[in-house]
């Protein structure tokens, strides 16, 4: 039974919110980065730790994020992750990753119970996309990957021309504009009545 005066947020199920507030509740965060070269998933703890059919390998206290920051403005937030020390392999992948950008980058928390176990199936904690990644390779290497809300698109200008080339991207086949850059030039005579 919880305390009445303690009241949990929203997002968690009446059995999570009860297993907060026992003696024993270790909260994790899981996070899920959708690279091309495939998905690098970790979590805050030690070793190996499966959750939806995926496995999430540990990185313990070798991980470092900012504060997931929750605002009532409809406004991009940002989130940086940071991997310090790492091994020079993960330096290696890192510099070798071209095409991250605009990709998903999801992190989950969790809480588990003495035995290791989930209380409750972890609850989304933030979703954006990957924006920018530093990877400073020397004596104490690290990776620094910053990512952003999916509001940032608000931001964005919309970059559209009315030409077949851009319809074509967006739309292959429609034939719509095909004919505009004739236009331009064109001398249009009106019957006299």
Do not use: K, N
């Not at 030690?46 to 995926?54: K, Y």
């Not at 993960?90 to 605009?102: G, H, K, P, Q, T």
């Not at 609850?123 to 952003?148: H, K, N, Q, Y």
């Amino acid at each position: 039974m919880t305390d009445p005066a303690i009241r949990a947020t929203p997002r968690l199920t009446d059995q999570a919110a009860a297993a907060a507030t026992a003696p024993v509740a270790a909260p994790v965060i899981l996070c899920d980065l959708d690279f091309a070269s495939g998905p690098f998933r970790v979590w805050t703890g030690l070793g190996q730790l499966s959750w939806a059919g995926h496995l999430f390998e540990g990185i313990g206290d070798l991980g470092v994020m900012s504060d997931v920051e929750e605002t009532v403005e409809l406004r991009a937030v940002r989130l940086t992750l940071s991997l310090s020390p790492v091994p020079q392999a993960v330096i290696d992948i890192a510099l070798s990753e071209r095409s991250y950008r605009l990709r998903s980058a999801r992190l989950w928390l969790a809480l588990l119970d003495e035995a290791g176990g989930f209380v409750a199936d972890p609850f989304p904690l933030w979703a954006g996309i990957m924006d920018t990644m530093e990877v400073v390779d020397g004596a104490e290497p690290r990776v620094t990957l910053s990512c952003e809300s999916r509001l940032v698109d608000l931001e964005r200008a919309e970059v559209r021309r009315y030409t077949d080339a851009d319809q074509q991207a967006e739309y292959p086949g429609d034939r719509f504009f095909e004919y505009v850059p004739a236009l331009q030039d064109a001398e249009i005579r009106l019957p006299r009545r």
